[in-house]
């Protein structure tokens, strides 16, 4: 399994100017397997995070290792932290440029010097996820609906086969559907390839359907780190920093109010459907 | 790549020059060019350095910023110098060398010649863009042209596509990091290999670059258009532009400075340019 360890990291944006920004603050992470997720508050450095992962941002003190290696140690090694920590930006369907989505999601393994079957191989693997009939291979990217250029972004990253699929909001700005699409399809690509998967969003639903380990992040700092009852039972602190937990939950400390306890661990839309369905003994069913 | 944009930006403050009507700004600007390149000898050049030392002290501005504003310009003016030391033929050389002659006056002109292009864009760019924002500049701009509109020009639209050609600059140097970003994730390498390779590989950045451009384009147009912009036929303004006393005033001493700067030249005859 492979392994991302973060030490001591700090990270400051213009230094000695009068802009200077504190963005991490001692950062110690381990992260290795399942699906994490990151949430923070806008300007909490999660994205400055992320981008810590495959040496696009360099801290200004501590070491990112992946696998044990140190990748500001050599310099060719940042480059193999790039493929090895495969990173999907936000609105990844703005960085579309190819001409056809082929030569698209090829771009990544090409540049990773593979020869072309090995690149038609995960070009071909990696177009499965993202559901696009085979003729469309061949289509311009820019014909394609929000929807699928997104998952087309996503293809090129995953193309190269990283041992970390890491995703800055990924769902934003979609509709309910494709929400739950793309995230349920990158679950299920974690799960079949044994990736592991690291998401960054603030949707408190999101996070708790499908991450198995929530870290919490607020003013550069990782506050929480724990899975979801871990995370969410710790209510008052998540809002002290403008965060919030899922409205299912609230919904359920709210019934519990009013004498109809359906514990105080429910996270999911599904989970609270069957547990009030047992208490309702099926009536509703 | 870290895109230093320090030069041509906006500097907030509230110094006699921010007040400044940006039309007398450009005025001015236009006056103090005339007056340096009038300047003919050591004397002239002194009245010169004097008002524009006076100028970044009233400016209020960091020595820092200025200097830094000064650093692209530094290459074209060293070279400037060298040429000059090297080629320029006095009476008796300094020192002789070889083919190398150097002269006392060789010395001097390139002296001068380096304070001139220094001075040039300290108060070009003290008057048009440290203390006056794009958006005034072109105010000022378009008012200062507007009689051209009676014959024709359409000034107005000219004014208005520059306003938005700088209101766009520091978000499509945003936007060309984050998609740089986005391909060196996916393993693009834009500092290596010979110039066909690294011409190439600006093709993943150039064409999202322009996708994204025109998406925006086409936004702000719809976005125009959602507020009944029509061009500039009975627009009125929200600050209208009034030249006031110091307005006069600064016409005033610039005036003199280069009435100054040609007596200098008619009777304190020096090392001349």
């Known amino acids: 399994m492979a392994e991302l360890e973060l030490s001591g990291v700090n990270y400051i944006y213009n230094k000695g100017t009068p802009y200077e920004t504190h963005a991490l603050k001692d950062i110690n992470l381990k992260i290795g397997g399942g699906i994490t997720g990151i ?37 060719d090694r940042v480059r193999e ?13 703005y960085q579309l440029f190819a001409s056809t989505v082929y030569e698209d999601i090829a771009f990544g393994p090409r540049n990773m010097g593979l020869s072309e079957e090995e690149v038609d191989k995960r070009v071909r693997a990696a177009a499965a996820f993202s559901k696009l009939p085979p003729e469309a291979m061949a289509r311009s990217p820019f014909d394609l609906s929000g929807g699928q250029k997104r998952r087309v972004a996503l293809a090129g ?4 086969n990283p041992a970390f699929l890491v995703l800055d909001e990924p769902a934003a700005g979609l509709d309910p559907g494709g929400r739950r699409s793309i995230l349920g399809g990158i679950k299920e690509f974690g799960k079949n390839s044994g990736t592991s998967v690291i998401i960054v969003s603030h949707s408190m639903e999101d996070m708790a359907s499908y991450c198995d380990r929530i870290i919490v992040m607020a003013s550069g700092r990782v506050i929480m780190d724990g899975n979801c009852s871990e995370v969410f039972s710790r209510y008052n602190e998540l809002i002290g920093v403008g965060l919030d ?41 | 790549m870290k895109m230093d944009i320090a030069f041509g930006q906006y500097c907030e403050g509230n110094s006699l020059l921010h007040r400044l009507d940006p039309r007398v700004k450009i005025i001015i600007t236009i006056l103090y060019i005339v007056a340096i390149f009038m300047a003919k000898n050591v ?16 400016s209020r501005l960091s020595v820092r910023v200025i ?23 006095g009476d008796e050389p300094l020192v002789a060398f070889w083919v190398i002659k150097i002269y006392k006056e060789g010395l001097i002109n390139a002296g001068l010649i380096v304070l001139r292009i220094l001075m040039l864009l300290t108060a070009t760019s003290m008057f048009l863009t440290y203390t006056t924002t794009p958006i005034a500049l072109t105010d000022g701009l378009e008012q200062l042209l507007s ?11 000219f004014a208005m596509m520059m306003t938005i050609a700088l209101r766009f600059i520091p978000t499509l140097i945003e936007e060309t990091e984050k998609i740089m970003n986005a391909q060196k994730a996916r393993g693009a390498d834009f500092s290596s290999g010979g110039l066909v390779k690294r011409a190439k590989a600006i093709v993943p950045i150039i064409i999202p670059l322009f996708v994204s451009a025109f998406r925006r384009a086409g936004d702000l147009a719809t976005a125009m258009e959602c507020r009944c912009y029509t061009g500039g036929k009975g627009r009125t303004r929200m600050n209208v532009l009034r030249a006031g006393a ?18 200098i030249n008619i009777y304190a005859p020096g090392y001349s340019v």
């Open chain 1, 39 to 75: 949430i923070g508050h806008t300007g909490s450095g999660k994205s400055t995070l992320v981008q810590m992962f495959n040496g696009l941002v360099k801290p200004t003190s501590g070491t990112v290792k992946l696998d044990g290696e140190d990748i500001w140690e050599k310099k």
């Open chain 1, 81 to 93: 932290a790039r493929f090895k920590a495969g990173l999907v930006m936000q609105y990844p369907e």
């Open chain 1, 157 to 160: 990253v995953i193309a190269m």
């Open chain 1, 245 to 285: 937990v899922p409205q299912v939950t609230r919904i359920a400390s709210a019934l519990s109010h009013r004498g109809l306890d359906i514990g105080r661990d429910v996270y999911t839309v599904g989970y609270a459907a069957g547990k009030l369905c047992e208490m309702l003994d099926g009536d509703v069913k």
């Open chain 2, 43 to 58: 004397f002239a050049f002194a009245l010169m350095l004097a008002f524009t030392v006076a100028l970044v002290i009233m």
């Open chain 2, 67 to 89: 200097l830094g504003g000064l650093k692209p310009i530094m290459f074209i003016a060293l070279f400037t110098a060298v040429i000059n030391i090297f080629f320029y033929k």
């Open chain 2, 147 to 157: 009689p051209l509109s009676k014959i024709g020009v359409p000034v107005h639209d």
């Open chain 2, 246 to 263: 110091r307005d006069f005033l600064f016409t005033f001493v610039i005036i003199a400075l280069g009435a100054g700067v040609i007596l």
